[in-house]
């Protein structure tokens, strides 16, 4: 199957500081993907859809001046947690989508734990 | 917009015994529906991923069937063991984008 990479796989972080993650399609391309936020025994929370070249859409609630989402290319997507909180602390987790040709499916990276102190 | 339901939020039982976890959904628009596996502190595997357009799928002890009119899917765990202690997630993948259920904690006793 195809595979994502996310980096880094952790991070900690002093409050008020940003802290970028990376998500990379690393054997196809990639035209949406997605972000995820997982808190302590829950479920994955969609954060935000990102197509390649155009603005992200983010889900009701997150911020998105606060998480800032790039998709320059169908391989990269960057989420940018600004002026980072203790509760910005979670697992985050991106997702890049295969479409087309009869196919849809989306692939996961490995997360990213943020810890911010 | 999808909703994704499971239970029971977590089950323990003795190794050995047959199982199964429930997923329902809202939305019967979907590309595939897909089981995953998670451990404490780790990423997703996925386990099975059923198309629209199918019934079934089965990988070793596991089975997973898809009722896409009524809005449900089972994953069907046999002669379970310690190993197969975790989260299991289920997630509809639709137009949009794939929406995730809370997931069922499993233990499984020696």
């Known amino acids: 199957g195809a595979v994502v990479s996310q980096h880094p796989s952790w991070v900690i972080c002093k409050s008020g500081t940003s802290v970028k993650i990376e998500c990379r399609s690393l054997?196809?391309?990639?035209?949406?993907m997605f972000w995820y936020r997982q808190f302590p025994k829950q479920s994955l929370m969609l954060m935000a859809t990102?197509?390649?070249?155009?603005?992200?859409?983010?889900e009701q609630g997150v911020e998105k001046d606060k998480f800032l989402i790039n998709h320059a290319s169908l391989t990269l997507s960057t989420l940018t947690v600004t002026s980072a909180h203790p509760e910005d602390s979670s697992f985050y987790i991106c997702?890049?989508?295969?479409?087309?040709?009869?196919?849809?499916?989306?692939?996961f990276g490995p997360g990213t734990r943020l810890t911010v102190l | 917009k999808q909703e994704v339901t499971q239970i029971p939020a977590a089950l323990s039982v003795p190794e050995g015994e047959n199982l199964v976890l429930n997923c329902s959904f809202t939305?019967?628009?979907?590309?595939?529906l897909q089981w995953f596996r998670q451990d404490p502190g780790k990423g997703l595997t996925s386990l099975l991923l059923?198309?629209?357009?199918?019934r079934e799928q089965t990988s070793g002890r596991l089975n997973a069937s898809l009722d896409k009119s009524s809005g449900r899917s089972t994953l069907y765990i046999a002669a379970s063991q310690p190993g197969d202690s975790a989260t299991y997630l289920c997630?509809?993948?639709?137009?949009?984008?794939?929406?995730f259920g809370a997931g069922t904690r499993l233990t499984v006793k020696p």
């Open positions: 997702s890049a989508r295969v479409s087309g040709q009869g196919a849809n499916e989306q692939f």
């Open positions: 939305d019967s628009a979907i590309y595939n």
């Open positions: 059923i198309q629209s357009s199918q």
């Open positions: 990102s197509n390649e070249g155009s603005k992200a859409t983010y």
């Open positions: 997630a509809a993948l639709g137009n949009n984008d794939m929406r």
């Open positions: 054997d196809f391309q990639a035209t949406t």
